[in-house]
Structures are given as structure tokens and as C-alpha cells.
């Protein structure tokens, strides 16, 4: 059943990221002008609300709360199977100086670093160890800039061998951003 769960929830994560796609795009019907977004325009907490979206299109009678006990999100799915899902989102922004002149040039900002990777299994251990007997199935989403952006060092080199690392329990979502510049991971905690 597990299995099941996974697919669905690695489809709703698809979904979420086709939503967030089409918020970027931003062209209605009828318009003739984009509003251009990336997904650098985007956070961690942006992802979790399209999640949440994307499960309730998919489970009419899901709950899903966030923040329960310092878990990102808590969904609660029909067979009452209660979920729990935390979110990594690394990308890198383009920062602008506000300051008045236009010479000022922008510098990025949350580049690949080890402390990314620190970040990233800090977040697996606490799922492995998270004790609660209300919760079924842990999983941790990984959403992923695989752009190097003029950098030395791209999220590719610490995210790249998540199949190698997690074997069956890491499934890359098809990647529904629209060019091959976002990596998505779901991969579930035993």
C-alpha cells in the first residue's frame, strides 16, 4: 500500500509543480503578454500550499495541516492514512540592491553548499526518527534548481545520485516545469 501512496503522492507533486508552471507563465486566456516567473520566484512554503492544493484535487476528503509539531504538512487521506511530508526547496536568487542607482549590480543568493546537503539529511533523520504512532508514511520532497548559473558548483552535485542513495524509496516526478532546469524528488522514509 505503501507503493500506492507514493505514486500518488509523487503525481500530486507533479500536479503542484503544473500549477506553480502555469502561476509562472501567467498568460490567461485571451491575453497576449506572459508575466514571466522561475521557479527562483518561488519558496518552500509556495510549494507546500500547491501540494496541499494538488492532494485535496486528489483526495476530496484529505486534511492536510501544516506546521503540525514541526513537520512541514500532515495529510490525512481517505483510508485515513495520516502523512508526513517535509519540503527542501533549493534554488538560486537573483538578488537587486535597492539602492537609487541602476549600477548597482544583483548577486545571487542560496548557491549548492555543503550546508545544503547538512540541511537535507538533518531533515531524513528527523523523519527516521519521528516517533509518533499517528503517522504512517514519511516522506521528504525535494525540489531542486539544476542550473549552475555562472557558479562553480551546481545542486546536481549533491542531489544528483538520490537513486543510488535511496534506492526504490527515491522516485524523480516527471518534470512538469517545462524544460529540464528543476529536479523533483519524492522520496519516502521507512
Not at 104 to 129: M, T, V, Y
Request: glycine letters at 6%; a positive charge.
Amino acid at each position: 500500500m505503501q507503493e500506492h501512496h507514493q505514486v500518488c503522492l509523487g503525481s500530486c507533486i507533479e500536479d503542484a509543480l503544473k500549477i506553480m508552471h502555469c502561476f509562472a507563465k501567467g498568460k490567461k486566456r485571451g491575453e497576449k503578454k506572459e508575466t514571466q516567473l522561475d521557479i527562483s520566484d518561488f519558496d518552500e512554503a509556495a510549494l507546500r500550499f500547491f501540494v496541499m492544493v494538488a492532494i485535496k484535487r486528489r483526495y476530496r476528503k484529505a486534511k492536510c495541516q501544516s506546521e503540525w509539531h514541526r513537520i512541514d504538512l500532515v495529510a490525512t487521506i481517505p483510508d485515513n492514512k495520516k502523512i508526513a511530508i517535509e519540503f527542501k526547496f533549493y534554488v538560486l536568487r537573483k538578488t537587486w540592491p535597492l539602492g537609487q542607482g541602476n549600477s548597482e549590480k544583483p548577486h545571487w543568493k542560496g548557491g549548492a553548499s555543503e550546508q545544503n546537503r547538512r540541511d537535507f539529511d538533518k531533515c531524513i533523520r528527523k523523519l527516521q526518527k519521528l516517533s509518533y504512532k499517528e503517522i504512517d508514511e514519511k516522506y521528504v520532497v525535494l525540489i531542486y534548481d539544476r542550473r549552475k548559473h555562472g557558479r562553480k558548483t551546481s545542486f546536481e552535485k549533491f542531489y544528483g545520485n538520490l537513486k543510488k542513495e535511496f534506492g526504490k524509496n527515491a522516485i524523480e516526478t516527471r518534470n512538469c516545469w517545462g524544460n529540464n532546469d528543476v529536479a523533483s524528488w519524492l522520496i519516502r522514509i521507512p
